[in-house]
């Protein structure tokens, strides 16, 4: 598994969870994959076994896990949810760019225009942000 790069805008337990959404959505974990264990899964992060047990509550909760006590934790076999998640997944960063823009009245127009402008200088591989505060690899 890749690495997930810990910083301080959120809490750790949901830094975990979008990692899990990630790779979901790029492909690397397919549906009915099993996942670390919760005391595998903070050894190998270094973080407290409660946080991970937060984070994994949490993935239960929106219904990207699924848990079964003789197998473990796996990503969830229903399409339909992780399409949903997904869609929730893509929505959080677009809604909160909006906002912003909106907050200093740039017109829609114009937004569109910097998307448009902005978009393909973004490098594919957004994994060698530097500003990440830890990289912990799983």
């Known amino acids: 598994m890749k690495e997930i790069k810990f910083n ?8 975990i ?9 790029l492909g690397e974990l397919e549906p009915g994959s ?3 264990s919760r005391r595998e899964l903070a050894g190998l992060l270094g973080v407290n076994l409660n946080t991970v047990q937060k984070a994994y509550s949490y993935m239960d909760e929106i219904g990207l896990i699924i848990t079964e006590k003789s197998k473990g934790s ?3 076999s ?16 677009l809604l909160d760019f909006i906002t912003i823009m909106k907050s200093i009245n740039i017109p829609k127009d114009k937004v569109i225009g910097l998307l448009d402008q902005y978009y ?19």
């Open 8 to 15: 301080s805008n959120s809490p750790i337990y949901l830094q």
């Open 78 to 93: 229903d399409l339909a949810k992780l399409k949903d998640l997904r869609e929730d997944y893509i929505k959080e960063p």
């Open 74 to 76: 796996m990503i969830t």
């Open 17 to 25: 969870s979008k990692y899990f959404e990630s790779r979901v959505f």
């Open 120 to 138: 393909d200088e973004i490098k594919e591989d957004l994994t060698d942000d530097t500003s990440a505060e830890s990289n912990k690899k799983i």
């Open 34 to 36: 099993l996942i670390p």
